[in-house]
């Protein structure tokens, strides 16, 4: 049986000994998702014996202020009941240096800091990841600092890894200038572009269940796909990130990244293996088919919305442009739905739709491949029409499951035919441990796998595609802006553009 499984690292051991240094330690970020996730692994065994991490950010302190605020933080954000004496092992190794990335004099005393704590704590070797839970506008600061001071420099000794959040710059010039900074000093094999998206359970399992099944493979082209509809809906509105919102929208914030990188898992080929780069190289070949929108196109495929005020859970909440941190006049859109074609022999003519919005009816991410009619009408088009057609739907959040929704006859004397699911619940699979989702890519990192991470090329197809229509609604400001209701399903000019192609969203009750 031929089997490229050779080239990917081993996931269920820990890396080798490193040290794990987080830029922006005081932020929202480190203590929501990375320590959790980093004190997660501990516990699954999955962090090295020989470990440590050095927070820094402007904030004054030191080691021991570090821990204490550390410790108040795991109460609140930690994702299991948290055993004080794993706790206490972990916090042992935490370390603080506190001044502003902009002095470099800072990134003399973090060396200075390695050395010691690669000595306290035993670390042999000289790895070291370096986590930039920053504002983007200082990824190439805190890169170019490091550079300069010698830090990034990888040896047979150890390797030097850096990783950075989206937003992976604010359009394509802005991309291409991060990517520049950062290979000044890196290489491309030492950036590590984090989507968290890409370390949920089922969005991983959409590569396992499209090629470890032979069932569904043969099915999954322009033969037997209608099309294909990804949905990511969320109840909540900017929350206490209004500034962050008005700025990027949701064009940017979601679809350039986390949606686009979804639908590449869709609809690419077969990779050759499981190695960062097979994969990679498959999912750049769907986004660079994607048909480059003219600005004719634009208006006529994609919709921009931003809710109004409306009822959530029984309870009134405001209009986006009432939110704190927005403008009152903001023509930044909270809800945008694009219809995409993959210009290859697989998908060629299958539309993908994709929709995305804040304040939305329900909370929730979703791939639905809805299957071609079956050639003959054998029990009448009535019955055929409102059984509806065949459909996979792959739940991401907040439910992780997979549904088939098949026609049966339903029990009794005449031909009825009725849709039914056939469900699999990923709870029902085995015993899940609460996860921030950060895990399996710091583990990733750390042990060097880079397939769940964005490289250079992708960020920039997915600017390619998304770049003309940011350049057409920049130049024709919204005029109906709000234009939908919060807690509906967002504006109708969105279903108006499924319903000319005769088809419609799949909304969830
Ligand atoms: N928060 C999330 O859940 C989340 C989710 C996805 C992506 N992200 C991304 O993650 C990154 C960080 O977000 P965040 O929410 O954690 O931001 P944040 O709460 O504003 O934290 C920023 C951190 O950077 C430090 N900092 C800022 N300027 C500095 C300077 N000149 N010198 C030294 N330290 C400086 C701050 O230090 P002080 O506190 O000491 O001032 C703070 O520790 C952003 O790129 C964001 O888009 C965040």
Redesign the pocket.
């Known amino acids: 049986m031929p089997s490229n499984a050779a080239p990917s690292p081993d996931h269920r051991r820990p890396g080798p000994a490193c040290i794990f240094v987080i830029?922006?330690?005081?932020?929202?970020?480190?203590k929501?998702?990375l320590i959790p996730a980093l004190f997660n692994l501990r516990c699954l065994g999955l962090l090295p014996e020989h470990f440590a991490v050095i927070g820094?950010?402007?904030?004054p302190g030191d080691d021991a202020s570090f821990r204490e605020q550390m410790t108040a933080d795991i109460r609140q954000f930690a994702t299991h009941p948290v055993d004080p004496a794993e706790w206490q092992a972990f916090l042992a190794g935490c370390y603080y240096i506190?001044?502003?990335?902009?002095d470099e004099a800072v990134f003399g005393a973090l060396k200075e800091k390695i050395a010691a704590v690669q000595q306290e704590r035993r670390i042999e070797g000289q790895n070291v990841v370096f986590n930039l839970?920053?504002?983007?506008t200082?990824f190439g600061t805190v890169a170019g600092q490091l550079g300069a001071a010698g830090l990034l420099q990888e040896t047979p000794d150890g390797f030097r890894r850096v990783i950075i959040?989206?937003?992976f710059g604010r359009d394509l010039d802005t991309a291409r200038e991060l990517n520049n900074q950062l290979h000044g000093v890196l290489r491309e094999s030492q950036i590590y572009r984090i989507d968290?998206y890409l370390g949920k359970e089922t969005v991983q399992n959409i590569m396992v269940f499209r090629f470890a099944n032979m069932i569904f493979e043969p099915n999954w082209n322009r033969r037997y796909v209608d099309s294909v509809q990804i949905t990511v809906a969320e109840r909540l509105g900017v929350e206490n990130r209004g500034g962050?919102l008005d700025h990027y929208g949701v064009l940017r914030d979601m679809v350039q990244n986390h949606m686009l990188s979804v639908l590449s898992l869709i609809a690419m080929e077969p990779p050759g293996s499981i190695s960062g780069d097979a994969v990679r190289n498959e999912k750049v070949k769907v986004l660079d088919a994607i048909r480059t929108l003219q600005p004719e196109d634009v208006i006529e495929n994609c919709v921009r919305g931003q809710y109004g005020a409306g009822v959530i859970d029984g309870q009134q909440v405001p209009a986006y442009r009432d939110e704190p941190s927005v403008d009152p006049r903001s023509p930044t859109e909270t809800y945008a739905a694009l219809r995409l074609f993959v210009e290859n022999w697989r998908w060629a003519d299958v539309p993908f739709y994709l929709r995305t919005g804040k304040r939305l009816a329900k909370h929730l991410t979703q791939v639905v491949i809805r299957f071609k009619r079956t050639p003959l009408m054998l029990f009448g088009e009535k019955v055929h029409s409102e059984a509806g057609p065949n459909a996979l739907i792959l739940n991401i959040q907040p439910e992780e499951s997979i549904t088939i929704m098949i026609r049966a006859k339903k029990p009794g004397p005449s031909i009825v035919v009725d849709s039914i699911p056939l469900d699999f619940d990923y709870r029902q699979f085995g015993k899940q441990s609460p996860a921030t989702g950060y895990e399996t890519l710091l583990h990733d990192c750390m042990i060097g796998d880079m397939t769940l991470f964005h490289r250079e090329d992708s960020v920039d197809a997915s600017w390619r595609i998304v770049n003309p229509i940011l350049d057409v609604w920049g130049a024709l400001p919204p005029r109906d802006f709000p234009d939908y209701e919060a807690g509906s399903w967002g504006p109708a000019a969105a279903d108006k553009l499924l319903l000319r192609d005769g088809r419609q969203w799949e909304n969830p009750a």
Do not use: Q, W
Not at 133 to 136: E, G, L, R, S, Y
């Open positions: 830029f922006g330690a005081s932020g929202d970020l480190t929501r998702k820094v950010a402007i904030t506190s001044g502003d990335f902009n839970a920053v504002t983007p200082l959040e989206k937003p968290h962050y």
